[in-house]
């Protein structure tokens, strides 16, 4: 077989692309149809950057699934090495191809002769699975010390506030570099911060509706029961691990096995994102509480929490929003960083950070195996701050 021109290699990754293609024409069918009854999400649909930014940002959430749960788009297993592909440009035919496989590396061979254009799909999955999930708990930590430290004042404020200041002091990189060491990571360092942080949501779920029903204990009761159970257990099964100083549940109710690279990133990013979240809702709270809203609230004699909960985060949620996007940025960022350095996640690991580090070793000689994993990380960070932007345009109008 002859090797792929450019124009057969487009289109032959577009063909690969059909499930996405097809979700996201769906989704912007269904959303401009329903865009008055969305809210501030189907406000984002009159604003053209908005609709640049959430196609791109939809674009990769869709191949990260696709890629991740189906096991479609990827032309070839991203950890199989073939022999002859070592840095084959793209378009170049597989050599002993059986029935069955793929015929073709559509982006070329890296240099342990693994597929580039599977590897790239296959690493989109890994960002759209961490980031999101580390920026909410990122949030959720934030906003359950943020609006007590606003609201109260006071030494609560204080002590908060210097421990964030002392967190966001601490060079960024550096502070990765201690956590993933093998001597804190064998202390059970990270397992005990999961312990801690991930508590955040239980809390934060727990007083939320407490502040709500209080009235109401049958309702409260019921919720809670509903909500904090499931999430109690998923708590456990996710923080406990047997061999750690975290070992809460035996193997045999334990069915959640975080590996352990993935779980000191994800703490890492939670513990870095989280002072800079507390900082932000704190100044929002700040300003809020003044408002006479709030003063309406406190003379009907409601809870300090029903009104942090209930009458300010609500009306903070339009900076929250655009941060929320801003921060999955960032966080896709340090995840780029991290691949690229070596910190945490394993080598073999098809996140675009690895892939990049791999491909820059020969960039001199060979473009394609780091091309396309830069140009993804670039195009979704692009995505998410275009979005941002189309959102904060649309909260403004409101």
Request: charged letters at 15%; a neutral charge.
């Amino acid at each position: 077989m002859e090797s792929l021109s450019w124009a057969e290699i487009i289109t032959r990754i577009f063909i690969q692309f059909t499930p996405v293609w097809v979700l996201l024409i769906a989704t912007f069918a269904l959303s401009i149809k329903f865009k008055r009854r969305l809210g501030l999400y189907g406000k984002l649909f009159d604003s053209t950057i908005g609709m640049i930014g959430f196609a791109l940002v939809m674009f990769w959430v869709y191949t990260g699934i696709c890629a991740g749960l189906f096991d479609m788009i990827a032309t070839h297993d991203p950890l199989t090495q073939v022999s002859g592909m070592k840095n084959k440009v793209p378009g170049t035919p597989l050599r002993g191809a059986e029935a069955g496989d793929y015929p073709y590396y559509l982006l070329g061979g890296d240099n342990l002769a693994r597929d580039v254009f599977s590897r790239l799909v296959k690493g989109s999955w890994i960002v759209v699975l961490i980031a999101p999930l580390a920026t909410l708990f990122a949030f959720m930590t934030g906003i359950t010390l943020g609006l007590p430290a606003g609201y109260y004042g006071k030494r609560f404020d204080t002590i908060i506030s210097f421990t964030a200041n002392l967190v966001l002091a601490f060079p960024v990189i550096l502070l990765f570099y201690l956590l993933v060491t093998p001597e804190i990571v064998d202390s059970g360092v990270p397992h005990i911060m999961a312990t801690v942080l991930f508590a955040f949501p239980l809390v934060f779920t727990a007083v939320l509706l407490n502040s709500r029903f209080h009235t109401e204990p049958a309702k409260r009761n019921k919720f809670m029961a509903l909500t904090l159970i499931p999430m109690a257990a998923l708590y456990l099964t996710v923080v406990s691990e047997q061999g750690t100083v975290v070992a809460l549940l035996p193997d045999a109710v334990d069915p959640v096995s975080i590996p352990g690279g993935i779980l000191v990133v994800f703490v890492s990013v939670v513990f870095v994102n989280s002072p800079t979240v507390f900082r932000i809702v704190r100044g929002l709270t700040l300003d809020i509480k003044t408002r006479d809203y709030v003063a309406a609230a406190q003379t009907r004699g409601e809870s300090a929490w029903y009104i942090m909960l209930w009458e300010i985060l609500p009306n903070a949620r339009g900076p929250l929003i655009v941060d929320f996007c801003l921060r999955i940025g960032y966080t896709t960022i340090l995840l780029g960083t991290l691949g690229f350095f070596g910190l945490g996640l394993p080598p073999e690991s098809p996140d675009w950070g690895s892939t990049i580090n791999d491909g820059r070793k020969l960039l001199s000689i060979y473009l394609h195996p780091a091309l396309p994993p830069a140009f993804a990380l670039l195009s979704l960070v692009l995505g998410l701050n275009l979005l941002a932007d189309g959102l904060r345009e649309e909260s403004l109008r409101d």
